[in-house]
């Protein structure tokens, strides 16, 4: 009898640990096979048929389509080159050059990852529509007030997330530093 009961009890606690690690690596994400440079973080196996079993079951669990591997890449942000959250009541700056692509967006989504509500209707720019420096470079103010240039709408939410989505990139499993992929920084200059 004790031997039963210590059985049931290994399983039960395996089986706690199993599901609890699961939901920790599927509501959180895991660094399997990621790509950070800077404050941008990316997995570029998502889109192929080698993506890790936890990254598999987060994308099912969000209901997410991630990029194929022959069309680009996506790199996300939750905080700054300080480390410090994406705060919607502060100014921040995403300022710099891409890595090479034929184009990319850059979308403001809030921490559940549904698009920020604002009264512009404004969620994101394209490579195609952003003002530009004389050498390339840009500079987009992510902010809840009006700012002149390319300035990006936050609605006033606590945290939120960027996503940068490069199309028709070289930049990928192989890219390893900032050197590899010049990615933009981002900085809060002031909070409200």
Same mark, same amino acid.
């Given at each position: 009898?004790?031997?039963?009961?210590?059985?049931? =009890?290994?399983?039960?606690?395996?089986?706690?640990? %199993?599901?609890?690690?699961?939901?920790? =690596?599927?509501?959180?994400?895991?660094?399997?096979?990621?790509?950070?440079? %800077?404050?941008?973080?990316?997995?570029?196996?998502?889109?192929?048929? #080698?993506?890790?079993?936890?990254?598999?079951?987060?994308?099912?669990? $969000?209901?997410?389509?991630?990029?194929? =591997?022959?069309?680009?890449?996506?790199?996300?942000?939750?905080?700054?080159?300080?480390?410090?959250?994406? #705060?919607?009541?502060?100014?921040?700056?995403?300022?710099?050059?891409?890595?090479?692509?034929?184009?990319?967006?850059?979308?403001?989504?809030?921490?559940?990852?549904?698009?920020?509500? $604002?009264?512009?209707?404004?969620? %994101?720019?394209?490579?195609?529509?952003?003002?530009?420096?004389?050498?390339?470079?840009?500079?987009?103010?992510?902010?809840?007030?009006?700012?002149?240039? $390319?300035?990006?709408?936050? %609605?006033?939410?606590?945290?939120?997330?960027?996503?940068?989505?490069?199309?028709?990139?070289?930049?990928?499993?192989?890219?390893?530093?900032?050197?590899?992929?010049?990615?933009? =920084?981002?900085?809060?200059?002031?909070?409200?």
């Amino acid at each position: 009898m004790r031997l039963i009961l210590i059985t049931l =009890t290994a399983l039960l606690l395996a089986s706690v640990v %199993g599901v609890g690690a699961t939901w920790m =690596t599927t509501t959180r994400g895991t660094e399997i096979g990621a790509l950070t440079i %800077g404050p941008w973080t990316a997995r570029p196996r998502t889109g192929t048929a #080698d993506v890790d079993p936890y990254s598999r079951a987060t994308i099912v669990r $969000n209901g997410e389509l991630p990029i194929g =591997t022959g069309d680009g890449v996506a790199f996300t942000a939750t905080a700054d080159e300080k480390k410090k959250a994406l #705060d919607g009541r502060c100014d921040v700056i995403v300022s710099g050059v891409t890595p090479p692509a034929r184009f990319w967006t850059l979308t403001l989504y809030d921490r559940k990852g549904h698009l920020v509500a $604002n009264s512009l209707q404004r969620y %994101g720019f394209t490579s195609q529509e952003i003002l530009r420096g004389s050498d390339g470079s840009f500079e987009i103010r992510i902010a809840s007030r009006s700012r002149a240039g $390319n300035w990006l709408p936050t %609605g006033g939410i606590e945290r939120y997330a960027l996503m940068l989505r490069l199309y028709d990139t070289p930049v990928g499993v192989a890219t390893r530093t900032q050197r590899d992929a010049p990615m933009p =920084t981002i900085k809060t200059v002031g909070c409200s």
